[in-house]
């Protein structure tokens, strides 16, 4: 029987510290840097990449300012971002209310303190005495309170708009008012919702031009209201939806204040507030730029008003480099043009993972196969559970990732509080942890729906197992090609060929892994349990971009009917720290992820559904004030991801891996398993004196 994987971990004598989701599995990872000498330069040369985004980097969020959606390229206001490209950035020069450290547990940030009243509705956040902007200008509950109602300004995608949101008539077609990208981090506090889709309040018939929940008693203390308890809460806050925006700068820019961050042209500092404030944009072959937009490297420098523990590094230098193998191979470059860090392709990996400067880290990302529950076949839990049976994830991801990533049955990955390594595969009862899967109970599962469909043909399902059309006949093969096949009633056609409705599996056609991975599982659940399955880059069907496909997606979430897409593969990576983000956040009857259906009322009946949706919403109301109840709640979860997997609300099959190569001069520097560095984590982190 196999488990997940540990994480690979190297303990280099360079290295100070390793990130505790490491040494929870190893000891003896830290290593004493007393006493090294230091390179006098303290410049880390430290890269960003996405090759989603071509040159330039800065294009197309709503022009040069940059204050559009995230869609092509970097992007600095809080409000928008939504990728780590830009969050790498967004996590070096603005602190937020909460972080998290490297064990993953909420700390203070800017809030020193926070209160929580007897009924766990009401947070009162009190923070640090003479907090400040790199401009020299107090940091207030003000600028927390506006950075919010920033984040779920309807007009977020009209640059022209005022903060407050119109009313609804004036609202103009390019509008976020209910779609914007933080609104799942705040939508519970109270009259969010309301102000972020701009949407009259019941009592006064009047469109609210402010969040109810959301005071400032003082200058030094935020108090935020929410409609009903949450343990959460503290993990979503810890996030850039806590990050302030500074008043007078957004007074004087509006939604264009991100163009006034540190340039040729605005020397001084405005609106940033992390350890870093950006020194300079340009592109070091063309002198001549200096603006975000063209830019290709952007330098930072230390904040004189930072409040946290002074750095030791006097500039960090990120070129910008938009292809992922050209990032990895610049830095096997050497002289002046070679990077300090790099992300290493999963075909470099069977070569770099026994080099001396190469690290892992299991990615709070789960890789999954989603059905909709109102579309058939997959609208009968048995059938569900042959297709996880049906597959050997262990050979499908190893295959594909040549050991690079981390096969998994996992909702909840490795890494999150509540994760459970005693996680059984579906069917309950099955006592297996086995990452290879069952082919013979896939095939006993699919055998019984086949039989229950010779007495009752009526059952959507039916055409999808034992075929279509009026001749019927027990076979041993279906097709006369696969001797392993279940002995069920199937059609078949003149020609021996199995006349069973089509599954198609379907994945973004721009995204080569998932191709791969859906071909192979295919290929499984055809050969294993004689199946009509295909995939939408096979031959006869039509490919579908990752756009469309997410767009079907939410349009069908929660819907309650079936969709264009049956059966699809993709991902979902850490929003917040918590179970809860994989569990309720996923399958919640309301929550815009529910693209599978989840828990809604169908023809077939989902009871187990509807006890696992109330056990989500018990779970998310539990109090966590001592260790007793913590340990209550993350207990709550793991029963509620083991049913969630006994319904095969997912079939998960991988847990990427961020692979990364470091200079061993770097010191103190580990990849968080969130992909960037807290604005906390930087204090640290120094350069050893090297050649």
Same mark, same amino acid.
């Given at each position: 029987?196999?488990?997940?994987?540990?994480?690979?971990?190297?303990?280099?004598?360079?290295?100070?510290?390793?990130?505790?989701?490491?040494?929870?599995?190893?000891?003896?990872?830290?290593?004493?840097?007393?006493?090294?000498?230091?390179?006098?330069?303290?410049?880390?040369?430290?890269?960003?990449?996405?090759?989603?985004?071509?040159?330039?980097?800065?294009?197309?969020?709503?022009?040069?300012?940059?204050?559009?959606?995230?869609?092509?390229?970097?992007?600095?206001?809080?409000?928008?971002?939504?990728?780590?490209?830009?969050?790498?950035?967004?996590?070096?020069?603005?602190?937020?209310?909460?972080?998290?450290?490297?064990?993953?547990?909420?700390?203070?940030?800017?809030?020193?303190?926070?209160?929580?009243?007897?009924?766990?509705?009401?947070?009162?956040?009190?923070?640090?005495?003479?907090?400040?902007?790199?401009?020299? =200008?107090?940091?207030?509950?003000?600028?927390?309170?506006?950075?919010?109602?920033?984040?779920?300004?309807?007009?977020?995608?009209?640059?022209?708009?005022?903060?407050?949101?119109?009313?609804?008539?004036?609202?103009?077609? $390019?509008?976020?008012?209910?779609?914007?990208?933080?609104?799942?981090?705040?939508?519970?506090?109270?009259?969010?919702?309301?102000?972020?889709?701009?949407?009259?309040?019941?009592?006064?018939?009047?469109?609210?031009?402010?969040?109810?929940?959301?005071?400032?008693?003082?200058?030094?203390?935020?108090?935020?209201?929410?409609?009903?308890?949450?343990?959460?809460?503290?993990?979503?806050?810890?996030?850039?939806?806590?990050?302030?925006?500074?008043?007078?700068?957004?007074?004087?820019?509006?939604?264009?204040?991100?163009?006034?961050?540190?340039?040729?042209?605005?020397?001084?500092?405005?609106?940033?507030?992390?350890?870093?404030?950006?020194?300079?944009?340009?592109?070091?072959?063309?002198?001549?730029?200096?603006?975000?937009?063209?830019?290709?490297?952007?330098?930072?420098?230390?904040?004189?008003?930072?409040?946290?523990?002074?750095?030791?590094?006097?500039?960090?230098?990120?070129?910008?480099?938009?292809?992922?193998?050209?990032?990895?191979?610049?830095?096997?470059?050497?002289?002046?043009?070679?990077?300090?860090?790099?992300?290493?392709?999963?075909?470099?990996?069977?070569?770099?993972? $026994?080099?001396?400067? *190469?690290?892992?880290?299991?990615?709070?990302?789960?890789? *999954?196969?989603?059905?909709?529950?109102?579309?058939?076949?997959?609208?009968?839990?048995?059938?569900?559970?042959?297709?996880?049976?049906?597959?050997?994830?262990?050979?499908?991801?190893?295959?594909?990732?040549?050991?690079?990533?981390?096969?998994?049955?996992?909702?909840?990955?490795?890494?999150?509080?509540?994760?459970?390594?005693?996680?059984?595969?579906?069917?309950?009862?099955?006592?297996?942890?086995?990452?290879?899967?069952?082919?013979?109970?896939?095939?006993?599962?699919?055998?019984?729906?086949?039989?229950?469909?010779?007495?009752?043909?009526?059952?959507?399902?039916?055409?999808?197992?034992?075929?279509?059309?009026?001749?019927? =006949?027990?076979?041993?093969?279906?097709?006369?090609?696969?001797?392993?096949?279940?002995?069920?009633?199937?059609?078949?056609?003149? $020609?021996?060929?199995?006349?069973?409705?089509?599954?198609?599996?379907?994945?973004?056609?721009?995204?080569?892994?998932?191709?791969?991975?859906?071909?192979?599982?295919?290929?499984?659940?055809?050969?294993?349990?004689?199946?009509?399955?295909?995939?939408?880059?096979?031959?006869?069907?039509?490919?579908?971009?990752?756009?469309?496909? *997410?767009?079907?997606?939410?349009?069908?979430?929660?819907?309650?009917?079936?969709?264009?897409?049956?059966?699809?593969?993709?991902?979902?990576?850490?929003?917040?720290?918590?179970?809860?983000?994989?569990?309720?956040?996923?399958?919640?009857?309301?929550?815009?992820?529910?693209?599978?259906?989840?828990?809604?009322?169908?023809?077939?009946?989902?009871?187990?559904?509807?006890?696992?949706?109330?056990?989500?919403?018990?779970?998310?109301?539990?109090?966590?004030?001592?260790?007793?109840?913590?340990?209550?709640?993350?207990?709550?979860?793991?029963?509620?991801?083991?049913?969630?997997?006994?319904?095969?609300?997912?079939?998960?099959?991988?847990?990427?891996?961020?692979?990364?190569?470091?200079?061993?001069?770097?010191?103190? *520097?580990?990849?968080?398993?969130?992909?960037?560095?807290?604005?906390?984590?930087?204090?640290?982190?120094?350069?050893?004196?090297?050649?």
């Amino acid at each position: 029987m196999m488990i997940i994987q540990k994480p690979r971990v190297r303990c280099l004598p360079t290295i100070a510290g390793a990130l505790a989701l490491f040494c929870l599995l190893l000891t003896g990872c830290a290593s004493n840097v007393a006493g090294v000498q230091r390179d006098p330069n303290q410049v880390f040369v430290f890269p960003n990449t996405n090759d989603a985004h071509p040159l330039p980097l800065w294009g197309k969020d709503g022009g040069a300012a940059g204050n559009g959606p995230a869609e092509t390229g970097l992007n600095l206001d809080p409000a928008f971002l939504s990728d780590l490209y830009s969050q790498i950035v967004d996590s070096m020069i603005q602190l937020q209310l909460v972080s998290f450290d490297q064990n993953l547990n909420a700390v203070p940030d800017a809030a020193q303190t926070w209160d929580i009243s007897a009924d766990r509705k009401t947070w009162t956040f009190h923070l640090r005495p003479n907090l400040l902007w790199a401009d020299g =200008t107090p940091l207030t509950s003000y600028d927390f309170a506006l950075g919010m109602r920033h984040d779920l300004d309807p007009n977020l995608c009209n640059t022209a708009g005022p903060l407050n949101p119109p009313a609804p008539a004036t609202l103009k077609t $390019n509008s976020c008012a209910g779609s914007q990208p933080q609104l799942g981090y705040l939508s519970d506090i109270k009259g969010a919702a309301q102000y972020a889709n701009a949407t009259a309040d019941p009592t006064t018939g009047k469109v609210p031009t402010t969040i109810s929940g959301i005071t400032t008693p003082d200058a030094q203390t935020l108090q935020i209201q929410l409609v009903q308890p949450e343990s959460f809460f503290l993990g979503q806050l810890a996030t850039v939806a806590s990050m302030p925006i500074e008043t007078s700068a957004f007074k004087q820019y509006g939604f264009n204040y991100v163009a006034h961050f540190s340039q040729a042209a605005d020397p001084t500092p405005v609106s940033e507030s992390g350890p870093w404030i950006i020194k300079k944009w340009f592109d070091p072959t063309n002198p001549g730029v200096t603006d975000p937009q063209h830019s290709t490297q952007i330098d930072f420098a230390p904040n004189p008003h930072w409040w946290g523990k002074p750095l030791t590094l006097k500039e960090v230098d990120m070129p910008l480099i938009p292809d992922k193998e050209d990032f990895y191979n610049r830095y096997l470059q050497e002289g002046a043009n070679k990077i300090d860090f790099a992300l290493v392709p999963a075909g470099d990996y069977p070569f770099a993972q $026994n080099l001396p400067d *190469f690290h892992s880290v299991p990615q709070l990302t789960i890789e *999954f196969f989603a059905m909709n529950f109102f579309n058939p076949p997959f609208d009968n839990l048995q059938v569900r559970q042959a297709f996880d049976l049906a597959l050997n994830k262990q050979s499908l991801v190893d295959t594909t990732f040549q050991g690079a990533d981390t096969p998994t049955n996992h909702i909840i990955p490795y890494g999150i509080p509540g994760y459970n390594p005693n996680l059984l595969t579906p069917p309950e009862g099955s006592g297996t942890v086995s990452l290879t899967g069952d082919q013979a109970e896939a095939k006993k599962l699919i055998e019984q729906v086949a039989q229950g469909c010779e007495s009752d043909f009526s059952h959507d399902w039916c055409p999808y197992i034992i075929g279509t059309g009026t001749s019927r =006949t027990p076979i041993t093969q279906v097709g006369a090609t696969n001797a392993q096949c279940p002995n069920f009633a199937v059609g078949v056609n003149a $020609n021996g060929t199995t006349n069973q409705t089509p599954i198609v599996v379907y994945m973004a056609k721009e995204n080569a892994d998932r191709i791969k991975i859906a071909h192979g599982a295919a290929q499984a659940w055809d050969n294993v349990l004689c199946l009509n399955v295909s995939t939408s880059e096979d031959p006869g069907n039509k490919p579908i971009s990752g756009g469309n496909l *997410f767009g079907d997606l939410a349009k069908y979430a929660h819907q309650g009917k079936p969709s264009p897409e049956s059966i699809w593969t993709i991902g979902y990576g850490v929003d917040y720290v918590d179970p809860q983000d994989f569990t309720t956040n996923q399958f919640g009857l309301t929550t815009a992820n529910n693209s599978d259906n989840f828990g809604i009322p169908n023809p077939n009946g989902n009871d187990n559904q509807s006890a696992i949706e109330t056990a989500m919403t018990t779970a998310d109301q539990m109090p966590v004030a001592t260790p007793a109840e913590q340990q209550a709640r993350i207990k709550a979860y793991q029963q509620i991801e083991q049913q969630l997997v006994d319904e095969v609300a997912w079939i998960p099959y991988d847990q990427p891996q961020a692979l990364y190569r470091v200079r061993p001069y770097v010191e103190n *520097f580990t990849l968080p398993a969130s992909g960037f560095l807290s604005d906390q984590d930087w204090a640290d982190i120094f350069i050893a004196a090297h050649n």
